[in-house]
Nanobody, 123 residues
Framework: QVQLVESGGGLVQAGDSLRLSCVLS????????IGWFRQAPGKEREFVTT????????YYVDSVKGRFTISRDNAKNQVLLQMNSLKPQDTAVYYC????????????????WGQGTQVTVSS
């Protein structure tokens, strides 16, 4: 059974940086594209970014372009999300997800989900 575990969330101030990690177990990591989504209180879960199974292709929602960087290390079964210049509107629970569809920007494009990690950005 594929499992995803996120870590690295926390409370930071506007302008600070955080790096989130997503580790996959129970499956062949290099088979999957990995995406990050986020859900703010009272809002729907939204797509943030995704990386292809090779790591050669990435895609970002406009609101994080130039601030967030997704990368992966297939030897460690890990995807990292480097988040710089954080804004209060980035506050949300961040989820990673694994799937085989490219490019998947909706939840339906992913088969497995983590439990999420909270990111809170104060102004």
């Amino acid at each position: 059974q594929v499992q995803l575990v996120e870590s690295g969330g926390g409370l930071v101030q506007a302008g600070d940086s955080l790096r989130l990690s997503c580790v996959l177990s129970g499956g062949t990591f290099s088979n999957y594209n990995i995406g990050w989504f986020r859900q703010a209180p009272g809002k729907e879960r939204e797509f943030v970014t995704t990386i292809s199974w090779t790591g050669g292709s990435t895609y970002y929602v406009d609101s994080v372009k130039g601030r967030f960087t997704i990368s992966r290390d297939n030897a460690k079964n890990q995807v990292l999300l480097q988040m710089n210049s954080l804004k209060p509107q980035d506050t949300a629970v961040y989820y990673c997800a694994a799937g085989t569809t490219w490019i998947a920007t909706t939840q339906g494009g992913y088969d497995y989900w983590g439990q999420g990690t909270q990111v809170t950005v104060s102004s």
